[in-house]
């Protein structure tokens, strides 16, 4: 990213990076097209090259968006004032929204985790997926001390737990492939229930492993 980039009022950088990750989404890294990316942000191609280096340079800086995006949920979750599977329900119904609003970018997260994004999941692996681990320990440690967590548990294998069925509940929302393995896991039933039903689910079966 440039810092022309950076200069650029709010809206305008977000219609950008939201133009690119729909783009990203759809196509794929390989198969989008810079010029796709332009047309559907509204600006031009010299524009475009004057704001990131390349098309690597752009999504990098798109996937990044995702991690913006996750430091407002974990802000407002910063403070336990109370059970901790209270706060992560509340941390679910964030995550579906969130999902809803930015869908592209929950999208492109997924696709990190591919054999082809090797070398952009080991640039942006520290941005991303450390102050998730940080902020789950924290989480289970307060659990711990309110008696809420089997203490014997390790807190960092407590919070990979954690990780797993948020991830998998965040994905669900986005991959019908993910959708589908959620399903096999909690139940066959679930096309009938809500996304918030299905984060009770969750919940209740994190509150079986944890305690």
Same mark, same amino acid.
């Given at each position: 990213m440039r810092d022309t980039f950076k200069k650029l009022p709010e809206k305008k950088q977000t219609q950008i990076l939201d133009a690119a990750a729909h783009v990203f989404a759809q196509k794929g890294y390989d198969a989008a097209n810079v010029s796709a990316i332009c047309k559907k942000a509204r600006i031009s191609n010299g524009a475009l090259?004057?704001?990131?280096?390349?098309?690597?340079?752009?999504?990098?800086?798109?996937l990044s968006r995702v991690g913006i995006l996750n430091d407002g949920i974990a802000v407002r979750h910063a403070t336990v004032a109370k059970s901790i599977y209270d706060v992560l329900h509340d941390i679910l119904l964030d995550v579906i929204d969130l999902t809803s609003k930015n869908r592209d970018y929950i999208a492109l997260y997924l696709e990190l985790g591919s054999p082809s994004m090797k070398?952009?999941?080991?640039?942006?692996?520290? !941005?991303? $997926?450390?102050?998730?681990?940080?902020?789950?320990?924290? #989480?289970?440690? %307060?659990? &711990?001390? =309110?008696?809420? +967590?089997?203490?014997?548990l390790s807190s960092r294998m407590a919070a990979y737990s954690i990780d797993n069925h948020v991830m998998t509940f965040m994905f669900s929302l986005v991959s019908p492939h993910y959708?589908? !393995?959620? $399903?096999?896991?909690?139940?066959?039933?679930?096309?009938? #229930?809500?996304? %918030?039903? &299905?984060? =009770?689910?969750? +919940?209740?079966?994190?509150?079986?492993l944890l305690t």
């Open positions: 090259y004057k704001y990131f280096k390349n098309k690597e340079d752009l999504f990098a800086t798109t070398h952009f999941s080991q640039q942006l692996s520290v !941005r991303l $997926e450390e102050p998730a681990r940080d902020n789950w320990v924290r #989480l289970v440690e %307060e659990g &711990k001390k =309110r008696g809420e +967590i089997d203490e014997k959708l589908r !393995r959620f $399903e096999s896991y909690f139940s066959t039933e679930l096309k009938d #229930l809500s996304d %918030e039903e &299905k984060a =009770r689910m969750t +919940i209740r079966s994190l509150k079986r």
